[in-house]
């Protein structure tokens, strides 16, 4: 398919299944030469620890932070690898975007999960709204996780909880109640784990799902590593209605966010800014406005101690 070419579109069916599932597969979302260049590019990002300075490589259970982790995430690849900016995948992820959340979609953040071959670690049960520092706002926001080799079961693809996304934030605690820890985990009292739809996939096949859809992966234990890449999109954030209470972010003391506030203090800031005025298309003033909401959540969550929170 070329640049050129009808945007991505959904079936009427896909639309209503997300709807009432909160989360969809979808067979295929780009080429599979674009799938084995974005393999190779994304690796060697792994290989080269790419961002770990900056706090946006990091083992998401906080057991091994090295490199060497079981579970490794990177955010922003695309600020490290140019070419990550143009890419089908991209654009048929936000025309998905604009299907199912509307015309106001916009690219929130993304993200690159690397699960090591024979003992690459699961990811624990979680909604991703529930990693929100802020209880200021609300969000609407769905992820495109595409795997980048074919993923089964044993080699930890996506596991849903049917239409848990209408069941509003769920309480969450820090993964083995460490803070240093950055992965939460949804309390195993508020759900049952035997509703879960495990969704393999082949490469170049994408799996949808909102935000406030129960997801988790399990371990790896084939000799392949597990190579995925994530796209997030969300609409503007609207002030919360309801008292949230997202407890489990407090005290937060991962090694990645230690690394990033030294980052951002000795200049990154700079750095940072024309980069998300760049991914955001700051120039835009709709999108400016929207960056600045979520600046405040951003700011208030990195420096908790410095912040007057307003309530
Ligand atoms: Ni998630």
């Known amino acids: 398919m070329s640049a050129a070419s009808a945007p991505f579109e959904l079936s009427a069916d896909q639309v209503a299944s997300f709807r009432e599932r909160g989360f969809l597969v979808v067979p295929s979302i780009t080429s599979a030469s ?11 990002l792994f290989d080269r620890r790419a961002g770990w300075h900056e706090g946006a490589q990091f083992g998401l259970l906080g057991d091994a932070d090295d490199g ?20 089908e995948f991209r654009r048929n992820a936000a025309a998905i975007a604009k299907q199912l959340l509307g015309d106001a979609a916009m690219p929130s953040f993304e993200h690159s999960i690397l699960k090591r071959a024979h003992d690459g670690a699961a990811t624990p049960w979680h909604q991703d709204e529930a990693y929100r520092a802020s ?5 609407e926001q769905l992820s495109i996780w595409m795997p980048l080799q074919d993923v089964s079961e044993e080699q930890g693809c996506m596991q849903y909880i049917p239409g848990s996304h209408r069941r509003g934030i769920l309480p969450h605690h820090r993964v083995k109640g460490d803070q ?30 909102l935000g406030r859809t129960l997801h988790c992966a399990g371990a790896n234990t084939t000799a392949v590593a597990r190579l995925a890449y994530v796209l997030a999109f969300e609409l503007p954030p609207q002030p919360a209605t309801t008292p949230r209470d997202f407890h489990w972010n407090a005290g937060r003391a991962s090694a990645e966010l230690a690394r990033r506030r030294r980052w951002l203090l000795r200049g990154g800031i700079v750095i940072e800014v ?14 400016l406005a929207f960056e ?18 307003r309530r």
Do not use: K
């Open 34 to 44: 674009e799938v084995a260049s974005l393999r190779d590019t994304l690796q060697q």
């Open 68 to 87: 060497e982790a079981s579970l490794t995430q990177l955010v922003q690849p695309v600020n490290y690898a140019p070419e990550l900016r143009d890419t």
């Open 135 to 139: 209880d200021a706002f609300e969000y």
């Open 180 to 209: 240093a820890a950055h992965s939460i985990e949804c309390d195993r009292s508020t759900f049952d784990p035997q509703m879960a739809v495990a969704c393999p996939l082949s490469a170049g096949g994408a799996v949808i799902h």
């Open 274 to 287: 024309v980069r998300r005025a760049r991914y955001h298309e700051l120039y835009r003033p709709r999108r």
């Open 292 to 309: 600045l909401r979520r600046l405040i959540d951003r700011v208030t969550a990195l420096f908790p101690h410095r912040v007057v929170r």
